[in-house]
């Protein structure tokens, strides 16, 4: 039960393919910090790839057979690739399972206001947030703006060198000790994360503007991206960390980014279908959105999207069938490809050691999530785990077990449960992240590219 760190079995030159890897997904991160940017990139890798649009794939009347790779973008904030295999839809697919987006702070519709000569935008966080972690920071502008005529205008502030950023500002410690005497989860309150965009206000022949500063945040709005006040109503922007990943520690053996959970699994199950040649089931990527808030909506995994595509796809192949797409659900094996909580050294006391994940201990399997006596958890079959330790030991990939800390500690959730109301076979299977849901997590090179390795052999050989 002694499991060998990863980078031991990597001799040499054979250490520069987990580094180039690293690299990739470095790049991937700091170019795709939302959900929107995610399936862009993704889709315009796909396409590189020999991947085609489900939808013109219908528009044509065009039939799929085996081998034939296609894409389906929902909404632009979640994806699911296909490549169809040599068997019938009917005896199931191999189902690699992801969420893209990521703990933030969004704007509300109406955000946008004047206090103290400062102008400021107001956030509703979303997801699981130590609110504490998130000021005093740079950030950065991301999203999308629609007008009322739909043209839809693309937000990024905050990543290039001369650009400006935004933040949150603090209590400086000679002010804050009553604020200090709170208990953590009030430190900061919601309502206290107002993003600061602006103190100067617009020219002195215009001073009698009620709210000068406002007034010139405004200006520049309109000015540089043609948005005016009323169309943040039709918005979706996000506040997100500034800057791009990089590199962790001295031996550069880890990385520190924003948003490893959940696309530090993304990242390696998208890669791992580009690597897929001429299976025998039908290969499947699925990226959804909303995980971080329980899955639901249109975009998320609770949504019917993924059985309607199925449907699609069985329908384009000549399979299609009521009962048929049923039987091709239930017959599916998916990885859950979710992050666990990694053993940090500075707080043990939360993690029980035998069944915690470790940095560099490679892809984590996590048989069962939940909290609280494993309540709202997949509980995997025994028989479905066996058979994927074979895999991954005949692949040689390094594979450790764990729970999300001890029994009545704490607990999570993921997609998986959702999939297994199918009946299909699921598990959760990903990488061991520190510091997760802050602004900068951290994730081993070694492990993300195990979970690569993991993921092309799940696909390839169950």
């Known amino acids: ?178 604020q200090l005497a709170k208990k953590g989860n009030e430190v900061i309150e919601g309502e206290d994360l107002n993003v600061l965009v602006g103190s100067c206000p617009v020219s002195e022949e215009e001073d009698e503007v009620k709210e000068p500063v406002k007034a010139r945040v405004l200006q520049i709005l309109k000015e540089t991206y043609e948005i005016e006040e009323e169309d943040f109503l039709s918005a979706e922007i996000e506040i997100v960390p500034a800057g791009r990943a990089r590199d962790c520690g001295l031996d550069r053996s880890m990385i520190m980014a924003y948003g490893h959970d959940d696309r530090v699994c993304a990242y390696p199950s998208y890669q791992a279908m580009f690597q897929v040649k001429d299976p025998e089931y039908t290969s499947v990527c699925l990226l959804v959105d909303k995980e971080e808030i329980g899955s639901v909506g249109a975009t998320g995994m609770q949504s019917r999207f993924f059985e309607n595509m199925v449907a699609e796809v069985m329908n384009a192949a000549g399979e299609y069938s009521e009962l048929k797409v049923r039987r091709a659900l239930s017959r599916s094996r998916m990885l859950s490809s979710d992050v666990s909580a990694a053993f940090d050294p500075n707080y043990p006391q939360v993690m029980e050691k035998k069944n915690a994940a470790f940095l560099g201990k490679g892809v984590v399997f996590n048989k069962y999530t939940g909290s609280r006596g494993k309540s709202g958890s997949n509980d995997a079959n025994a028989e479905y785990l066996g058979s994927l330790r074979k895999v991954m030991d005949d692949n040689q990939v390094t594979f450790q077990t764990a729970e999300l800390g001890k029994v009545d500690q704490g607990g999570g959730g993921t997609i998986a449960y959702i999939l297994a109301n199918y009946n299909m076979e699921v598990i959760d299977c990903g990488v061991a992240v520190l510091n997760m849901h802050a602004p900068w997590e951290i994730a081993s090179k070694v492990d993300i590219y195990e979970a690569y390795r993991g993921y092309q052999a799940f696909l390839r050989d169950m």
């Open 1 to 178: 039960m002694d499991i060998k760190n990863a980078w031991i079995k990597y001799k040499g030159n054979e250490r520069e393919k987990v580094m180039n890897f690293a690299e990739g997904y470095k790049n991937f991160l700091s170019a795709c910090k939302t959900e929107r940017e995610c399936v862009d990139r993704i889709i315009e890798e796909a396409r590189e790839q020999g991947y085609l649009d489900l939808e013109e794939v219908i528009r044509r009347g065009a039939s799929l057979k085996s081998g034939d790779k296609v894409y389906a973008n929902n909404m632009g904030k979640a994806l699911a690739l296909f490549q169809i295999g040599k068997k019938p839809l009917e005896d199931g697919m191999r189902i690699l399972g992801a969420h893209i987006d990521s703990p933030r702070l969004d704007l509300k519709q109406n955000p946008l206001y004047e206090e103290g000569e400062q102008a400021l935008w107001e956030t509703h966080y979303y997801g699981g947030v130590k609110k504490y972690q998130w000021v005093t920071l740079p950030m950065a502008v991301h999203g999308v703006v629609v007008k009322k005529d739909g043209t839809r205008i693309a937000l990024n502030i905050g990543e290039g060198d001369e650009d400006p950023v935004v933040g949150i500002s603090d209590l400086l410690i000679h002010l804050s000790g009553k």
